[in-house]
T-cell receptor
Framework: DGGITQSPKYLFRKEGQNVTLSCEQN?????MYWYRQDPGQGLRLIYY???????QKGDIAEGYSVSREKKESFPLTVTSAQKNPTAFYLC????????????FGPGTRLTVL | DAKTTQPPSMDCAEGRAANLPCNHS???????VYWYRQIHSQGPQYIIH???NNETNEMASLIITEDRKSSTLILPHATLRDTAVYYC?????????????FGPGTRLSVLP
């Protein structure tokens, strides 16, 4: 079955540690996205990638980093510079950047202790 | 910032139609209206999108006013599983520089 997977579903880290969230898609989509969601809020765009080896900052990129070395993978690193990292993180993909619908993964809930 | 405004919450009786409104008074001529929903602690799910004509698919119907300043998502026979947060988004269909902006949405509660 085609889709987007994120792992793990729940992640706990100590304050000051970097942590990397995984996102993989087998939909052959060119574009991938990372969003952050806080309780009772909408989604805010962190980073997006239109093609392999390219990525752009979204609205709240500070304290985060990404890479896009393979078409199917777009990992997000939450660095110690992110002041409030505890949140629900959602990865999405679309056939091309900016077009049509985005398909979302199940999300990773990160809690920093 | 989101270009849409939605009521924060709505209730609907099971089996009845759920009508979710969205205002997008500053919509541009080439911007589509998209609807997504998010069930608790899951990723958002695409529902439907449209430009100016009314649209229908197996999940819902989308009614867009003639001036395109507002729209309504209709779930014809709501079930308990339709309880979710519904997001209305406007964006150009094919614009590499623009991405989806999700506001707080409408929390729909389907009641037995």
């Amino acid at each position: 079955d085609g889709g987007i997977t994120q792992s793990p579903k729940y992640l706990f880290r100590k304050e000051g540690q970097n942590v990397t969230l995984s996102c993989e898609q087998n939909l052959n989509h060119d574009a991938m996205y990372w969003y952050r969601q806080d309780p009772g809020q909408g989604l805010r765009l962190i980073y997006y990638s239109q093609i392999v080896n390219d990525f752009q900052k979204g609205d709240i990129a500070e304290g985060y980093s990404v890479s896009r070395e393979k078409k199917e993978s777009f990992p997000l690193t939450v660095t110690s510079a992110q002041k409030n990292p505890t949140a629900f993180y959602l990865c999405a993909s679309s056939m091309r950047a900016g077009t049509g619908e985005q398909f979302f993964g199940p999300g990773t809930r990160l809690t920093v202790l | 910032d989101a270009k849409t405004t939605q009521p924060p919450s709505m209730d609907c009786a099971e089996g009845r139609a759920a009508n979710l409104p969205c205002n997008h008074s500053t919509i541009s001529g080439n911007e589509y209206v998209y609807w997504y929903r998010q069930i608790h602690s899951q990723g958002p799910q695409y529902i439907i999108h449209g430009l100016k004509n009314n649209e229908t698919n197996e999940m819902a119907s989308l009614i867009i006013t003639e001036d395109r300043k507002s729209s309504t998502l209709i779930l014809p026979h709501a079930t308990l599983r339709d309880t979710a947060v519904y997001y209305c988004i406007v964006r150009v269909y094919d614009n590499y520089g623009q991405n989806f902006v999700f506001g707080p949405g409408t929390r729909l509660s389907v009641l037995p």
